[in-house]
Nanobody, 114 residues
């Protein structure tokens, strides 16, 4: 059974940076397309960034140029480097393999103050 453990969230001021990590266990991480999602209070969960097994990345328009997704297949870990954070980035952030029917992890809270 695949398990996901997200970490690295916190409280930062606008303009600050955070680096999120997500360790994946119980599966074949290297073949997964991985995604970071976020869910703000009262909003639907949305995809923020994806990365293929080969390292090709894509981003939602609102984070392009500010966020960078990366992966380390040797460590079964996917990262999300978040720079120039804005209050609207405040949300619980989750990682998940795309299209694999894996349960959501607990997420990590990111709070950006203005």
């Amino acid at each position: 059974q695949v398990q996901l453990v997200e970490s690295g969230g916190g409280f930062v001021q606008a303009g600050g940076s955070l680096r999120l990590s997500c360790r994946v266990s119980g599966g074949i991480f290297s073949i997964y397309i991985m995604a970071w999602y976020r869910q703000a209070p009262g909003a639907q969960r949305e995809v923020v960034a994806t990365i293929t097994s080969g390292g090709s990345a894509d981003y939602v328009d609102s984070v392009k140029g500010r966020f960078t997704i990366s992966r380390d297949n040797a460590k079964n870990t996917v990262y999300l480097q978040m720079n120039s954070l804005k209050p609207e980035d405040t949300a619980v952030y989750y990682c998940k393999p795309v299209g694999r029917g894996v349960d959501w992890g607990q997420g990590t809270q990111v709070t950006v103050s203005s």
